[in-house]
């Protein structure tokens, strides 16, 4: 899309340039349509976990919309203070901010089968651990060598790994319906898959716009099919929207506000992965757009703004905020810098969030279609942490530090009844996976003498080693 039409060369690599508002409103639009549904999922897998009823007849359903508004809300915010800046806080980039998967694993266990009472710890936990994060932006560039490709992509495949149940669940027809004759039935497994052949098709043969929305599109696809299908109707789409308002406020603290220590620590040491993701796509961002380092008062600007948003939002009952990496790759592909055209998407976002009958419409998509989209966007966060191990060089002090952090966060995610006597604090810390397996990976990785680096492979795996090259053994 970035041709002579909307600037020359230097003008698309500088991020205060601004393209002809023709140009630059669609433009706005797409970044907000590349992340819209990857957005609002977290906010409807919380309600989900919370154990709030996704019917428009619920008595919950207020509470579902609110969450799924603070999302698209704060979404806008925080990408604001990115491109706009407040002091020093924000990096004027073309940053998008938007509400973070990888706090779910912490999140989950904290609000499950709690209703509305879980949620006051909750956002305790994001405004203290927004606090925390927006602090990592004085030390940030000091603490990465903590974090090398083999402890963040060990986080980021965990918290994949995690959420991968979460898409299964949803296909075959929600938590709520585990167990009935209803649930994994044909019907609602075929509207998921619906989806998921959409987006593909749409990813790999369509060009544009319609790659970017793939996974939005796939959902629009399987909405339409599961209308067809008699899994929605038009009553219940109206008693959706006639039940939301046409325009409403954020109200601070809702829920109210509780000091969890399982929260707040909680929180407080995913801030650490979530700075450093955003981390790499400011210098995405920098390289792919304008073909330079990103500097180091963009980088704690960047920080500053990543957790002074969560922080905003958990007041007013939003999630955890951080910067978007499929946005960065919208960049490499336009070729525009100018973040006022991403100053254009925030407002767009802000907007949604102030009309709750856009949440009302989000909410009438049936679980099993939700859950085909989830599937396509849980299992792209486990490949982009395996793409982020395969920098990794696998030596054996390497494979030991990985294998020992994976079998104990797995493993304790898979089978919480382990530590079925710790006190509760712990007990949700370690039932996560994914906090016990960073911290392991961060401790061993510094503790661990550098010399098992230059020793053989083949004691710890069985002679089946590959090459630097990525032959096979033998070869």
Not at 294 to 301: F, Q, R, S
């Given at each position: 899309m970035a041709d002579g039409s909307i600037g020359s060369p230097a003008q698309l690599r500088d991020p205060n340039f601004t393209p002809p508002l023709a140009r630059a409103v669609p433009l706005g639009i797409q970044h907000v349509l590349a992340m819209f549904v990857s957005n609002v999922t977290p906010a409807i897998i919380v309600a989900g976990a919370a154990g709030f009823g996704f019917g428009s007849n619920s008595p919950d359903f207020p509470e579902l919309l609110y969450l799924i508004q603070m999302s698209m809300l704060f979404a806008g915010v925080a990408t604001l203070l990115q491109t706009v800046t407040l002091g020093p806080v924000g990096a004027a980039l073309p940053i998008v901010q938007g509400t973070s998967f990888a706090f779910l694993p912490i999140m989950i266990p904290l609000v499950a089968g709690k209703g509305v009472d879980g949620l006051a710890a909750l956002f305790g936990g994001v405004l203290i651990g927004g606090i925390f994060h927006g602090m990592l932006g004085l030390v940030i560039g000091k603490i990465r060598f903590a974090l090398p490709p083999l402890v963040t992509g060990l986080v980021v495949t965990m918290i994949g790994l995690a959420l991968v149940k979460v898409g299964i669940q949803y296909a075959a027809g929600g938590v709520p319906a585990i167990g009935t004759p209803e649930y994994g039935s044909l019907l609602n497994w075929s509207a998921a898959l619906v989806v998921i052949f959409a987006t593909l098709a749409l990813k790999f043969f369509a060009r544009g716009m319609l790659s970017v929305s793939a996974v939005l599109l796939g959902l629009i696809v399987g909405y339409i099919y599961a209308l067809l299908m008699g899994m929605i109707t038009f009553d219940a789409i109206g008693n959706s929207w006639?039940?939301?308002?046409?325009?409403?406020?954020?109200?601070?603290f809702k829920y109210g506000f509780e000091f969890s220590f399982a929260a707040i620590l909680g929180f407080c040491l995913m801030a650490f992965v979530s700075a450093v993701e955003t981390v790499g796509d400011v210098s995405g961002?920098?390289?792919?757009?304008?073909?330079?380092?990103?500097?180091?008062?963009?980088?704690?600007?960047?920080?500053?703004?990543?957790?002074?948003?969560?922080?905003?939002?958990g007041i007013f009952g939003g999630l955890p905020n951080t910067s978007f990496s499929q946005n960065v790759g919208l960049i490499a592909m336009t070729g525009v810098m100018s973040r006022h055209v991403v100053t254009i998407g925030a407002l767009f976002l802000i907007l949604c969030g102030l009309v709750p009958k856009v949440g009302a419409i989000i909410r009438t998509i049936p679980i099993e279609v939700l859950g085909g989209g989830v599937i396509v966007m849980f299992g792209m966060v486990v490949a982009a942490g395996i793409s982020?191990?395969?920098?990794?060089?696998?030596?054996?002090?390497?494979?030991?530090?990985?294998?020992?952090?994976?079998?104990?966060?797995?493993g304790l995610q898979l089978e919480p009844g382990a530590v079925q006597y710790l006190p509760g604090t712990l007990k949700v810390l370690m039932t996560s996976g994914l906090l016990p397996a960073a911290l392991i990976a961060i401790v061993l990785n510094l503790i661990l003498p550098a010399e098992l680096a230059d020793e053989a492979t083949e004691e710890v795996s069985g002679g089946m080693a590959g090459h630097g090259d990525g032959s096979l053994p033998g070869e």
């Open positions: 006639s039940r939301a308002a046409g325009f409403a406020l954020p109200v601070p961002i920098t390289r792919g757009g304008a073909g330079r380092e990103a500097t180091d008062k963009e980088i704690a600007g960047a920080t500053y703004a990543d957790g002074l948003g969560s922080a905003v939002a982020m191990l395969s920098d990794v060089d696998w030596n054996r002090r390497n494979m030991v530090i990985f294998a020992i952090a994976l079998s104990v966060g797995l």
